[in-house]
């Protein structure tokens, strides 16, 4: 819900976050809506506004934070073949009308600008000139109309974007203008020119963003995408939006084959590889974009320094309601005790999983042994890996009967929408299952049941919000509960993740939203652990140390090149190297995991051990003599 005195976020502002979603095909859906493809679809901004409205609409609910005018043809040149040439200022205007209606506070309006189709090379200098007019004109009269900035969408000649561009930056004062040009199956444009060297021109040329949209499907796009960068000096943020594939001829009709599934796993690829906006071009729908919003949450976007609203503070705006005061930590339980004591308890939790089938024994059985070993919580994991297993909260459910013990419930947004997250915690909160570990969650494409579909209505932030939320006595909706929930929430870090800085922002936004420990990833390199207790010490939040005791060499180097956010420095590899297999291995393991724990036990709150394997007793070994 939007604060009213939030102030509007500078698109280049909110694009540097990244994870921000563009909009989908204007032009697809038109002609999905009847419109013939021969038709001037830029001039039915004035004749038959309420289909573009439509589209825009459909676009914005399905999470567009960009929403493109419906003016990629409303230039001179282009206009002319219609008749409508002398109409350029009022077509451009009514696209912007429209567009802004629509958007209001939640979007940005970006002013599509396309090419004039002519070929250059068989062109005068009286005509080139004629064609930097028309741009002229079109750019003035989409910044005279009120867009956040102007967007240069599918150049295939280089020469053509520099009148463009040259053309918008005399007339738009100081309007951010994006360049998004198209390679062909080969990888060049029309002049050969490959996405590196383009990208450097178009940086020279003025550029304050550069793209690649349009002539492909998500895998052409994504090559050429993450070839933009890492260009210029300081480095141009890069957009992608691809085509939904290219357009086969169904039943007489034009149609675009990658379904938004499709969409959504290359919008995941391209955020991860540091493109900072996708959006869609040609045969890309509303459920397209839905996906790549959904793609967005799971990255970082809709909050934190990765992501976030088009207002400072819109998303962190409370509901209007009276909240109750939340429950401290000291509080909440016998770990919310603990955490707040950390100089008189080092606590103690260890990762037992729930089963693939139905037996709960074998994990009872591990806890019990942990109890005994002097482990305070059991942290329970939730399908971890997008694995099928038994749902975690009957596991915690009958730790707590049988064994008296803390649990720590994994909730990831993965598998549940805003209706069923919101469900699946009133539960948990009635059964007195109320310490979380608020994660997103692996994608199911890395399980052992691929084709199952993600969610993904929230993020980690998102949801810790939510839970913020029900801790004051409110719902997402704002309807009270009438009563506050007392939900104690951990979240994860990575101390090696390979952009750091995005992850400790993330972190922040994460502890602005609600979290009150926090869990890190394993670790093996004590310096990346010293880096990060340095620098998320003024947050003033309890920490866990995440140990995970290397079972074998094998396994050592799993961890290390296919495991994100993981990394095993070469000499603990080494170490692992020369210890062999079976138990000379684990007892290395052990070895490296408690000279971690000895290393950091005085500045942290506690460990969070993952024994490898369902190995209860290596975790036991761990601790053992070092903190019990």
């Excluded at 989908?24 to 506004?49: H, I, K, N, Q, W």
């Excluded at 741009?135 to 967007?151: K, M, N, P």
């Excluded at 009709?253 to 499709?262: D, L, S």
């Amino acid at each position: 819900m939007t604060n009213a005195s939030a102030r509007p976020v500078p698109f280049l502002t909110r694009l540097l976050r990244g994870a921000l979603v563009f909009d989908g095909a204007m032009g697809t859906a038109l002609y999905e809506r009847g419109v013939l493809y021969t038709s001037c679809f830029d001039e039915l901004c004035v004749s038959r506004p309420e289909l573009v409205r439509g589209v825009h609409e459909a676009h914005l609910h399905a999470g567009a934070e960009v929403l493109g005018t419906n003016s990629f043809g409303a230039n001179h040149q282009r206009l002319k073949l219609h008749g409508f040439d002398a109409q350029v200022r009022a077509i451009n205007h009514a696209a912007v009308r429209i567009a802004r209606e629509v958007a209001g506070d939640r979007a940005y309006v970006a002013g599509s600008v396309g090419p004039t189709g002519l070929l250059l090379k068989t062109l005068g200098d009286s005509d080139r000139a004629a064609i930097e007019d028309a741009f002229r004109e079109q750019c003035a009269a989409l910044a005279e109309a009120g867009v956040d900035l102007i967007s240069l969408e599918t150049f295939r000649q280089p020469e053509e974007i520099r009148l463009a561009l040259s053309a918008a930056r005399a007339v738009v004062g100081d309007l951010p203008v994006i360049a998004s040009v198209s390679f062909d199956a080969f990888g060049t444009m029309a002049d050969g020119l490959g996405p590196e060297e383009m990208t450097d021109r178009l940086v020279a040329w003025g550029a304050a963003a550069v793209g690649v949209n349009c002539a492909d499907g998500p895998a052409g796009v994504y090559e050429m995408a993450t070839r933009m960068l890492g260009r210029g000096s300081p480095e141009v943020p890069v957009i992608a939006q691809p085509n939904a594939g290219l357009p086969q001829r169904v039943e007489g009709r034009f149609a675009y084959m990658a379904t938004p599934e499709y969409f959504q796993l290359y919008a995941r690829r391209l955020f991860k590889a540091g493109v900072k906006a996708v959006g869609g071009c040609c045969g890309t729908t509303a459920e397209h974009v839905k996906k790549i919003a959904a793609a967005a949450r799971m990255v970082g976007g809709s909050g934190g320094d990765a992501g976030g609203g088009m207002r400072d503070g819109a998303d962190d705006a409370p509901v209007s309601v009276a909240f109750i005061e939340p429950t401290k930590l000291r509080d909440k339980g016998a770990l919310g005790m603990q955490l707040t004591q950390a100089n008189e308890h080092f606590v103690v939790s260890v990762e037992v999983n729930p089963p693939p089938g139905l037996s709960l024994e074998r994990a009872l059985d591990g806890a019990k042994l942990l109890r005994d070993g002097g482990v305070d919580v059991i942290n329970v994991a939730d399908g971890p890996r997008a694995s099928a297993r038994m749902g975690n909260l009957a596991l915690c459910m009958r730790i707590r009967e049988q064994l008296g013990m803390s649990t720590l419930l994994h909730v990831t947004t993965r598998d549940r929408n805003l209706l069923g997250l919101l469900g699946h915690l009133l539960a948990a909160h009635e059964l007195d299952v109320r310490n979380l570990v608020v994660i997103t969650g692996d994608p199911p494409k890395m399980g052992d049941l691929p084709d199952a579909t993600p969610v993904y209505d929230l993020d980690s932030i998102g949801l810790l919000r939510l839970i913020s939320g029900l801790n004051r006595g409110a719902d997402p909706g704002g309807k009270p509960l009438g009563a506050a929930t007392s939900f104690l929430c951990a979240t994860g870090v990575e101390p090696a993740a390979q952009d750091y800085a995005r992850e400790l922002g993330r972190l922040r936004a994460k502890v602005s939203a609600g979290a009150e420990l926090i869990m890190t990833q394993p670790v093996y390199d004590e310096a990346l652990l010293n880096r990060l207790l340095a620098d998320i010490a003024p947050l003033g939040v309890p920490v866990l140390v995440g140990l995970l005791p290397l079972a074998s060499h094998r396994n050592a180097e799993f961890l290390h090149n296919e495991v994100p956010g993981m990394r095993v420095p070469d000499a603990i590899r080494e170490r692992m190297r020369q210890a062999g297999q079976g138990e000379a291995g684990r007892a290395e393991g052990v070895r490296i995991a408690r000279e971690m724990l000895e290393s950091v036990k005085d500045r942290v709150a506690g460990a969070y051990i993952m024994p490898p394997f369902g190995r209860y007793d290596l975790a036991l070994d761990v601790i053992r003599g070092v903190v019990r």
